[in-house]
């Protein structure tokens, strides 16, 4: 079976600093795992994607995530958050079942 | 692409009515899923088909709930009677098996059953 943990339901950051999202997963191999960001009111929006090669991926408005096969993390991270980044992220995993289980993701809060 | 297409966006409706949630997939996808999401349980998969047949309904909650997909571009989601515990916001998403299964969302139908 897969699942997916998030830590942390909040995280809150002041503008211009650097972010880290947590996101760890449970799946004997190598899954694919997503990160998503849903604004307020919005539906979801597919951030970045791994599936295999380069552990490190780059997704869309500057966000990138590192696949750690020893940890069992896939981590999101930003070098500098713009307040427009405010929104919910969720993390998701998908193993041998066609579909992917969805974290309860992670509340992110930026301080002007 | 016009991405996934959902109606309404907001449905405001009495306790005992029926309500028919809408979803036009992206064109080409053959999978399509129904959410459900609420503070309390965060985002719950309903059902999802595969080539129009219901695969797993599984997460449907109970039997006032209905879903269908007469054809590839277009579903359904029936409660029929709502209640207002039925209240939150309805995602309807589509993805290729072709791509690796990364989902595409619909913007969402807040319902809101008094």
């Known amino acids: 079976a897969q699942s997916v943990t998030q830590p942390d339901i909040h995280i809150t950051v002041s503008e211009g600093a650097s972010l880290e999202l947590r996101c760890n997963y449970s799946?004997?191999?190598?899954?694919?795992l997503f990160w998503y960001v849903q604004s307020p009111g919005q539906g979801l929006q597919l951030l970045l994607k791994y599936f295999s090669g380069d552990t490190l991926v780059q997704g869309i408005k500057g966000f990138e995530a590192e696949f750690k096969r020893s940890q069992s993390s896939f981590n999101l991270r930003k070098p500098s958050v713009h307040w427009s980044d405010a929104a919910e992220y969720f993390c998701a995993v998908k193993g041998g079942s066609y579909i992917p289980t969805f974290g309860r993701g992670t509340s992110l809060i930026v301080h002007p | 692409d016009a991405g996934v297409i959902q109606s309404p966006r907001h449905e405001v409706t009495e306790m005992g009515q029926e309500v028919t949630l809408r979803c036009k997939p992206i064109s080409g996808h053959d999978y399509l899923f129904w959410y459900r999401q609420t503070m309390m349980r965060g985002l719950e998969l309903l059902i999802y088909?595969?080539?129009?047949?219901?695969?797993?309904d599984s997460g449907m909650p109970e039997d006032r709930f209905s879903a269908k997909m007469p054809n590839a571009s277009f579903s359904t989601l029936k409660i029929q009677p709502s209640e207002p515990r039925d209240s939150a916001v309805y995602f309807c998403?589509?993805?290729?098996?072709?791509?690796?299964?990364?989902?595409?969302f619909g913007p969402g139908t807040r319902l809101t059953v008094t």
């Open positions: 799946y004997g191999a190598t899954p694919y």
């Open positions: 088909f595969n080539n129009n047949v219901p695969i797993d």
């Open positions: 998403a589509s993805s290729s098996g072709a791509a690796a299964y990364e989902q595409y």
